[in-house]
């Protein structure tokens, strides 16, 4: 069974940043990524690492940044945030690699984390 723990969220001003933790515990997963939701709007994908592969949401490229640490963590650093940016952001993770644009669904990811939230003033 794998579990995923987030950690790092916070409030920020617009232009600043932040950075998002995730521990998995349990079974390695070819797929780690991160998700974002607001009330009243499905779960998109921000940013995910499946084998040699990183993706980015259109939304946060140049100023997102994921990195995979090793097979049981992630980083996501996020720069010059936008009050858009404010969601509760999800770790997620998958044994299954993910291709094109599988990795942003979520309904194809298996494992998450609870949640952290980031609000961003402007």
């Known amino acids: 069974q794998v579990q995923l723990a987030e950690s790092g969220g916070g409030s920020v001003q617009a232009g600043g940043s932040l950075r998002l933790s995730c521990v998995l515990s349990g079974s390695s997963t070819n797929f780690m990524g991160w998700f974002r939701q607001t009330p009243g709007k499905e779960r998109e994908g921000v940013a995910g690492?499946?084998?040699?592969?990183t993706y980015y949401a259109d939304s946060v490229k140049g100023r997102f940044t994921m990195f995979r640490d090793d097979d049981k963590s992630s980083t996501l650093q996020m720069r010059s945030l936008k009050p858009e940016d404010t969601a509760m952001y999800y770790c997620a993770a998958d044994s299954r690699p993910k291709f094109g644009s599988n990795w942003a669904d979520a309904r194809l990811t298996n494992y998450w984390g609870q949640g952290t939230q980031v609000t961003v003033s402007s």
């Open positions: 690492i499946s084998g040699a592969r």
